[in-house]
């Protein structure tokens, strides 16, 4: 997939499945294997206790060990009538595994056992959502907010939805319905300004996203979209006080990142530029585009050899 060098659409405060996006505290390790160890001796006392595969299960994939997590939730599903909180577990261990498609198989087969299943209906919804399929994502969280009205959250990723599939006169009328509720929720007037952005009308985006960092002047995502915008004015200087700002706030956004990589490459600050590209290829997996990029900065920096690798790397992602 092709590195967008313009501002990419941040979703800074996806809640939904949230549970699968907490990592283990490393202190804690140690209890996690000694659980696996107390499951292993139930599992030899009696090699049909279903509820000690589901426990071992449950302690290896906090310790990541999600084949064998898996292992033993199909197990625990042969030993059991099938449970819609079950499959919910497996598709919790797919998401951390990587594998999106078939955690939409298992909890597809949860909401099938139990069709008002909002929790699962809820992580549904950010898996279709992470997979691209935002037509199926706004008819879950349409469930959702049918279900409950007064939830925000869902009415917030409804309008990124609509941002996605490029709506954005109706993903305006819903962060707007927000604002009727809440008018100091930050996220909702940042995606107001991002989309009269991507609708040319920079001075209506400026006025929404200022009132995004007015709330909360700390608002790093806001600053980034800020940056975009003086970007696209030709305002390099304006861009970077802004992008150092984002990343002062969370030095990890990949999108100010991208941003001021670019910025330091038109000011001619190589050095600079080179930094940040590789700080974000720690944090992304690598395009071609990206690599070319980094390529271009080393072409600049003199180191031919380090170019050339980039090229040929670039290349093989390309086939």
């Known amino acids: 997939m092709k590195f967008i060098y313009t501002l990419l659409f941040i979703c ?34 009696d090699s049909n206790n279903a509820e000690a595969y589901l426990q071992r299960g449950y302690y290896r994939n906090l310790l ?31 998401y951390e595994k990587g594998d999106l498609q078939q955690a939409i198989v298992d909890i597809n087969k ?28 706004k008819a879950d969280l349409l469930l959702l907010l049918k279900h409950n009205p007064d939830d ?27 604002l009727t509720k809440d008018s100091l929720y930050k996220e909702a007037w940042n995606n107001i300004g991002y989309c009269y952005y991507r609708m040319g009308d920079n001075k209506k985006a400026l006025s929404a996203i200022n009132k995004a960092i007015q709330i909360d002047p700390r608002y790093a995502e806001a600053y980034d979209k800020r940056a975009q915008i003086k970007i696209s004015n030709n305002d390099g200087t304006g ?38 590209i590789n700080l974000l290829l720690q944090l992304v997996y690598p395009t071609p585009t990206l690599l070319r990029m980094r390529a271009d900065i080393y072409k600049e920096l003199g ?14 992602l390309d086939k």
């Open 152 to 178: 925000l959250s869902q009415l917030l990723y409804l309008g990124y939805c609509e941002s996605k599939l490029e709506h954005f006169d109706k993903a305006i009328s819903h962060f707007k319905t927000i």
């Open 303 to 316: 180191e031919t050899k380090l170019m050339e690798e980039d090229l040929k790397f670039a290349e093989e």
């Open 239 to 276: 861009a970077l006080d802004d992008l150092n700002k984002a990343l002062s706030y969370n030095p990890f956004l990949t999108t100010s990142l991208n941003n001021r990589t670019q910025v330091y490459m038109a000011a001619k600050k190589f050095p600079e530029a080179l930094g940040d």
């Open 12 to 45: 800074s405060s996806f809640q939904l499945f949230a549970q699968f996006e907490q990592t283990p505290d490393t202190s804690k390790y140690a209890s996690y294997r000694l659980s696996v160890r107390i499951a292993n001796n139930r599992i030899k006392a």
């Open 64 to 94: 990541r060990d999600f084949d064998g997590a898996l292992q033993d939730i199909d197990k625990y599903l042969s030993l059991k009538p099938a449970e819609a909180s079950t499959y919910k577990s497996r598709a919790k261990v797919n």
């Open 110 to 137: 949860a909401i099938a056992l139990k069709p008002d299943y909002y929790e699962a209906i809820n992580d549904r919804s950010t898996l279709y959502y992470k997979t691209g399929n935002y037509e199926a994502c």
